[in-house]
Nanobody, 124 residues
Framework: QVRLVESGGGSVQAGGSLKLSCAIS???????LGWFRQAPGKEREGVAT????????IYADSVKGRFTLSRDTGKNTLYLQMNSLKPDDTAMYYC??????????????????WGQGTQVTVSS
C-alpha cells in the first residue's frame, strides 16, 4: 500500500517560489509519480510526472521552464520546485502515484494513489 503526504504549500506573490514535498510510504519502484493541481471550478490537471526508477520528467506546457520535478530516493520523497509563480498557478496541489502503466502521462484518471493535497495561492 502506498501513502502520500504533501507539504510545502502556502501563499506567495507573483514571481515568487515554493517547493512542495511529497513524503511517500511504501515501495514505488516501477511507478509513475506525479503532481497534479485543481483550481476551484476547474478539472484536475497534470503538472509533472516521472517513471521510477529512471524516467525523465514530463511537464505540462503551462509550467515548463518554471517548475522542476525531482526525487530523493533515500528520503523516499518527491519534490516540485515552483519558480516564477503566477496567479494562474493558484490551486490545490496533489501528489499521485500509479503502477498501472509505465507510460507516465499527465492524465489523473491513470493514477490510483493520492495525497490529501496542499494549497498554493499566488497573489498578483
Amino acid at each position: 500500500q502506498v501513502r502520500l503526504v504533501e507539504s510545502g504549500g502556502g501563499s506567495v506573490q507573483a514571481g515568487g517560489s515554493l517547493k512542495l514535498s511529497c513524503a511517500i510510504s511504501g515501495s514505488t519502484w516501477n511507478y509513475c509519480l506525479g503532481w497534479f493541481r485543481q483550481a476551484p471550478g476547474k478539472e484536475r490537471e497534470g503538472v509533472a510526472t516521472l517513471w521510477t526508477p529512471y524516467g525523465s520528467p514530463i511537464y505540462a506546457d503551462s509550467v515548463k521552464g518554471r517548475f522542476t520535478l525531482s526525487r530523493d530516493t533515500g528520503k523516499n520523497t518527491l519534490y516540485l520546485q515552483m519558480n516564477s509563480l503566477k496567479p494562474d498557478d493558484t490551486a490545490m496541489y496533489y501528489c499521485a502515484a500509479t503502477s498501472r502503466t509505465r507510460d507516465c502521462r499527465l492524465d489523473p484518471t491513470v493514477y490510483n494513489y493520492w495525497g490529501q493535497g496542499t494549497q498554493v495561492t499566488v497573489s498578483s
